[in-house]
């Protein structure tokens, strides 16, 4: 597990990869936070291509970003979701807190 | 409906057995060939009853985590995944969508998630005895065309 964190001008891209559970959240949470503290982004870019097993941590982990950054005004935007992640994040009602992109190669 | 083949292991509830939990279910259930799918909604679902028996029954303290899983006649896996925790005061309430009880991070979503990924899920609790999470899902048989 682990997040890549880039940053164009007012937006924090993280671009996380490997497997998002309750053990490894903890880790990518406070990557996230400190990039967003430190940048202060009007948008936050999480990317999950690369996560390749996700459990409802991931949802937690998207929530609190999103708490996170609507103190200030800041949006989130979601991308490279897979058929099986976006269900979940639709249970949690997530789609109506972020726009979500599904990944391009799905069939 | 017969067992016809079965597994048992226990861990110490530290998260970074979550990993090793949901693997180890997933290639026992590899005998009945599921989909790549199917193995997704398996290690979903017994990640979300570890990670329960680690956040709630043992509230981050050292315990056991004992898993059980078999394999029945009619092409299903069966998971049992019980601790000797804390036990859940209100099944009912705990299994709603959402509902929390450490908020902050954790979705609530736990066993929403199960139930949605499994066939069928049950929960036998009692307080200060500890869980047993029962997720069922039968895998759809497959023919090979090479035979």
Known sequence: MAVEIKIKGEVVYAYLSGELDHHSAAFMRQAIDSAIELNMPTLLIMDFENITFMDSSGIGL??????????????????????????????????RLAKIEQQSNER | MEVTNRFNMNFLSRSANEAFARAAVAAFAAQIDPTLEEISDIKTAVSEAVTN??????????????????????????????????????IKRAMEPLFTTVGGERAGLGFAVMQSFMDNVSVRSAKDK??????????????????
Do not use: F
């Open chain 1, 62 to 95: 998207v929530m609190g970003r999103y708490r996170n950054l609507s103190k200030s005004g800041a949006v989130l935007n979601i991308t490279g979701v897979s058929r099986q992640m976006y269900k979940m994040m639709e249970m949690a009602g997530l789609n």
């Open chain 2, 53 to 90: 028996c680690i956040v709630h029954g043992y509230k981050e303290k050292m315990g056991k985590i004992y898993i059980s899983a078999e394999i029945l006649d009619n092409n299903t896996l069966r998971v049992k995944i019980k601790d000797k925790g804390a036990g859940i005061e209100n």
């Open chain 2, 130 to 147: 500890g869980t047993t999470v029962t997720l069922t899902k039968r895998i759809t048989p497959r023919y090979s065309i090479n035979g």
